[in-house]
């Protein structure tokens, strides 16, 4: 899986360290694609992370074979 940052989550991400890409395509491959509320073509996905059993939220735009991460976070 290609992605490609926004400018906020290129930003974000000196402070989240441990989100990393890996999590990322985890949590966008075991979750249902959840329209936005906020922006219409964007989507969110909702998964809970293995290891830690933390919830991870990613919102993400998908273009033709590439993903653009907005943002991610921790729910918990």
């Given at each position: ?13 000196r402070f989240?360290?441990e ?10 491959l ?8 906020e922006?219409?073509d964007?989507?969110?996905?909702i998964s809970r992370?293995p ?21 991610a976070?921790?729910?918990?």
């Amino acid at each position: 899986m290609k992605f490609e940052y926004s400018f906020h989550w290129k930003k974000q991400k000196r402070f989240r360290p441990e989100i990393t890409d890996d999590l990322i395509e985890l949590c966008i491959l075991n979750s249902d694609k959840l329209k936005d509320k906020e922006w219409p073509d964007a989507f969110n996905a909702i998964s809970r992370i293995p290891p830690s059993g933390r919830i991870l939220k990613v919102v993400y735009k998908s273009k033709s074979k590439v993903i653009k991460i907005i943002t991610a976070f921790w729910l918990d």
